[in-house]
C-alpha cells in the first residue's frame, strides 16, 4: 500500500512570490494534516482538512491556506512568503474513526524562501 | 494550555542497552492519546507507538513501549536492546480535544557501537 506522498520534494522561492505544496493521503484516509517544521524546531500545526473541509487551523496567519479536493488529496498554498517561512512541510493523513486514529506522515517539502 | 514537554535534547546509549525517552504533557482534557515519532535525517516522521488515555495497560510495539504514568502526566519511551539505526530525533506528541497533534521539542537520541 502506497503511503502518503508529498510534490515537490524542494521548493526554491523568493521572498514575495507564493508556494504551493501538494500531498496525496494513504488510500482510504480522508483527513489530512500539515504541518511547519522550522529548522531544529519541533512540528507546528498548521491545518486540518476532513471530506472536504477546513475543520482547525492553527496559529499562523491568513496568507497560509489550503484545500481538499474531492480524491481527498490536497494543497497547501503559502503567499506573500517571508524568509521565516522556510521549513520542512509536513503532510499526514488519517482515518478518522475509533482507535488511535494515527496520523501517517509524508517525507515533506522542504521549502527554502531567498 | 495544552502542551509537551522532553527536557532531554540529546541522549546517547550503547548499541544493544535500553534507553528511556522523557515525556511530559499537560491537559484539562480526560481524553486524549500520545504518540510517539521516530525521524530520522531523512526528515519522515515515522509512527511508533500509541497510549490511549483510558487505555489500563502500557502500549508495546516490539522494541518499544511506553511507560504511561497518569497520575505523573508522563508517558517516555523505552526501547530496548537499542540499534544503530535507531539514531534519530523522537518526538513525543499529544492528540487533543480538536484531534491535532501537539508536539514536543524532541530528543536526539545517538547510538554508539
Known amino acids: 500500500e502506497a503511503g502518503v506522498t508529498q510534490s515537490p520534494t524542494h521548493l526554491i522561492k523568493t521572498r514575495g512570490q507564493q508556494a504551493t505544496l501538494r500531498c496525496s493521503p494513504i488510500s482510504g484516509h480522508t483527513s489530512v494534516y500539515w504541518y511547519q517544521q522550522a529548522l531544529g524546531l519541533g512540528l507546528q500545526f498548521l491545518l486540518w482538512y476532513d471530506e472536504g473541509e477546513e475543520r482547525n487551523r492553527g496559529n499562523f496567519p491568513p496568507r497560509f491556506s489550503g484545500r481538499q479536493f474531492p480524491n481527498y488529496s490536497s494543497e497547501l498554498n503559502v503567499n506573500a512568503l517571508e524568509l521565516e517561512d522556510s521549513a520542512l512541510y509536513l503532510c499526514?493523513?488519517?482515518?478518522?474513526?475509533?482507535?488511535?486514529?494515527?496520523?501517517?506522515f509524508g517525507p515533506g517539502t522542504r521549502l527554502t524562501v531567498t | 494550555a495544552q502542551k509537551i514537554t522532553q527536557t532531554q535534547p540529546g541522549m546517547f546509549v550503547q548499541e544493544k542497552e535500553a534507553v528511556t525517552l522523557d515525556c511530559t504533557y499537560d491537559?484539562?482534557?480526560?481524553?486524549?492519546?500520545l504518540f510517539w515519532y521516530k525521524q530520522p535525517s531523512s526528515g519522515e516522521m515515522i509512527f511508533l507507538i500509541y497510549q490511549g488515555s483510558y487505555d489500563q495497560q502500557n502500549a508495546t510495539e516490539g522494541r518499544y513501549s511506553l511507560n504511561f504514568q497518569k497520575a505523573r502526566k508522563s508517558a517516555n519511551l523505552v526501547i530496548s536492546a537499542s540499534q544503530l539505526g535507531d539514531s534519530a530525533m523522537y518526538f513525543c506528541a499529544m492528540r487533543d480535544s480538536t484531534d491535532k497533534l501537539i508536539f514536543g521539542t524532541g530528543t536526539r537520541l545517538q547510538v554508539f557501537p
Open positions: 491537559t484539562s482534557d480526560p481524553s486524549y492519546g
Open positions: 499526514a493523513s488519517s482515518f478518522m474513526g475509533q482507535g488511535a486514529n494515527e496520523q501517517y
